[in-house]
């Protein structure tokens, strides 16, 4: 890691961690810079999984597409959610009814997508998939993030 990332990493700790509390030591100021530090690094880390949300956000192979996000609906066998959505039509879909999948909602990133999704209902979003090989060789649309663009008109 470059110096300057490092600096970043530490302006960002100390911007959390604020001023020594009123009679705080500066052995215990330093102690509480240094766990704001470690934990800010953590998260920053390749695969921590507040990295895996921005890959797949900024994933150059992800699809970006609007559509209007019409039910959403746990699928038993996967626990994904499964949403559906109002698109322009096109010819795989010329009816404009599409549906994409979450990832699995035991996985933290799953469940905030669905959740997401479902408080989303009636809204047009700008939806961010990526096309994922299941098991068992089919491909399916995995929404990796919706951002809410207002209420459908």
Do not use: W
């Not at 470690?38 to 597409?65: G, H």
């Not at 408080?119 to 399916?140: A, C, I, Q, S, Y």
Request: charged letters at 25%; glycine letters at 8%.
């Amino acid at each position: 890691m470059d110096d300057d990332t490092k600096a970043q990493l530490i302006l960002s700790a100390l911007t959390l961690a604020g001023e020594p509390a009123v009679g705080e030591g500066d052995d215990s100021y330093n102690e509480r810079l240094a766990n704001t530090v470690a934990r800010v690094a953590a998260l920053c880390a390749p695969r921590s999984p507040l990295a895996v949300v921005v890959d797949d956000v900024l994933d150059p192979e992800a699809k970006r597409f609007v559509g209007t996000i019409t039910k959403v609906v746990k699928e038993a066998s996967s626990t994904r959610g499964v949403v559906y959505m109002d698109c322009n039509p096109s010819d795989r879909h010329p009816d404009g009814k599409e549906t994409a999948r979450t990832d699995r909602t035991d996985n933290p990133n799953g469940l905030r997508v669905a959740h997401l999704a479902q408080g989303l209902l009636g809204h047009r979003v700008l939806f961010t998939v990526k096309l994922e090989v299941m098991p068992n060789g089919d491909k399916v649309r995995i929404i990796k993030h919706v951002q809410d663009l207002g209420v459908a008109s």
